[in-house]
C-alpha cells in the first residue's frame, strides 16, 4: 500500500495478507486466483493458537444504541464515521469471490467503506471510488436493510467498515462454525430477550446472522452463547422484546487506538516462541 500527501515523497507500507494484499485483488480476481486461493486456504499449518486479539470486531447498527448504554465513541457507528475526514467505497471482495464461485447472496456488493489514507489509496488505484459523509450514512442505511453486520477494524480510529454476510464473509462465516461465537468475537454487547413481551411475529430470525435465535412455542428463543452483539434484531424488534446490554467488564476486549497498534500486537504474539 502506498500514501502520498501533496508534493511530498510517496510513503509505502507492508500489508498483511488478509486483512490486505487479497482485499487489494477485489478488481483483479479470475478463476485461475480463486483457485490458488482455495488451495492456499485449504492448506493448514499445526501450530498452537497464538493469545493475541482479531483484526476486526462487531458493532452494534445504530438504532439498537439506547442512550442508557453509555457505550464508547468507537463503539458507536456514527461516531466513528464523523470521525473521519475522506472516505471510499468498495465493492465487498468476500460476495465478488463468493458470486463468482457459483455461490453468493443478493446483499449489495459495493459495500467496503474505507477511511483516511487507504480511502485515498483504493480511490487513486481504482479499487474503489471517493465518496462523501453522507453517501456512508446511506450505505449503512441500505445494510442495515439488507441484514448485514458491521465489522469495523479492531481499532478506535478505524480504518474500514465492513458490511458482512453470514453466507460470503470469511470472518463472520468462521464465527458463524464456532460453537460459541460469544466467546470467539471481538464485541462489547450482547442481546437480552424478554420472552413475556415477544409477540411470535419472527421478524428477528432472518435478521440475526449466527442463528442466535430460534422458534420456540409461541415466541422467540435465545441462545446466548451464539450472540455477537451486532444489534441486527433489536432495530426491528416491534415489542421491544430484544434489547443490547453491555458484557461484563470481564468480558469486554481492549480496542486498540489504531490499526497499526492492532497490526503491532497481532504480530508479536505470533513472534512469541510457543
Not at 72 to 82: A, D, I
Request: include cysteine.
Amino acid at each position: 500500500m502506498s500514501v502520498q500527501r501533496g508534493d511530498g515523497p510517496t510513503l509505502y507500507r507492508a500489508m498483511p495478507f488478509v486483512v490486505g494484499i487479497y482485499e487489494f485483488q477485489v478488481n483483479a480476481l479470475s478463476e485461475g486466483l480463486l483457485h490458488d486461493l482455495a488451495d492456499y486456504w485449504s492448506t493448514v499449518e499445526e501450530r498452537p493458537r497464538p493469545e493475541t486479539i482479531p483484526q476486526l470486531r462487531t458493532v452494534p447498527v445504530n438504532e439498537s444504541i439506547e442512550p442508557q448504554l453509555g457505550a464508547l465513541p468507537y463503539e458507536l457507528v456514527n461516531e466513528l464515521v464523523k470521525a473521519q475526514d475522506r472516505f471510499a467505497v468498495a465493492p465487498c471482495i468476500c460476495r465478488r469471490h463468493a458470486r463468482m464461485s457459483g455461490g453468493g447472496c443478493d446483499a449489495p456488493e459495493e459495500s467496503c467503506l474505507i477511511f483516511g489514507d487507504f480511502a485515498d489509496y483504493y480511490a487513486r488505484t481504482g479499487r474503489g471510488r471517493a465518496i462523501d459523509r453522507s453517501e456512508v450514512m446511506a450505505i449503512l442505511a441500505r445494510a442495515d436493510a439488507a441484514n448485514l453486520v458491521l465489522q469495523p477494524s479492531n481499532s478506535q480510529d478505524v480504518s474500514w467498515i465492513c458490511c458482512c454476510c453470514g453466507c460470503c464473509c470469511g470472518v463472520l462465516g468462521g464465527l458463524k462454525r464456532h460453537p460459541k461465537p460469544a466467546e470467539a468475537v471481538a464485541s462489547s454487547f450482547s442481546v437480552r430477550l424478554e420472552s413475556d413481551t415477544c409477540q411470535g411475529c419472527w421478524t428477528c430470525l432472518e435478521r440475526c446472522q449466527m442463528g442466535a435465535l430460534s422458534v420456540g412455542d409461541d415466541r422467540v428463543t435465545l441462545n446466548s452463547d451464539r450472540c455477537i452483539g451486532c444489534g441486527l434484531c433489536v432495530s426491528t424488534c416491534p415489542s421491544g422484546a430484544l434489547t443490547l446490554m453491555r458484557k461484563p467488564g470481564s468480558e469486554q476486549t481492549r480496542v486498540p487506538a489504531d490499526m497499526h497498534a492492532t497490526w503491532r500486537t497481532i504480530s508479536d504474539a505470533q513472534a512469541k516462541p510457543s
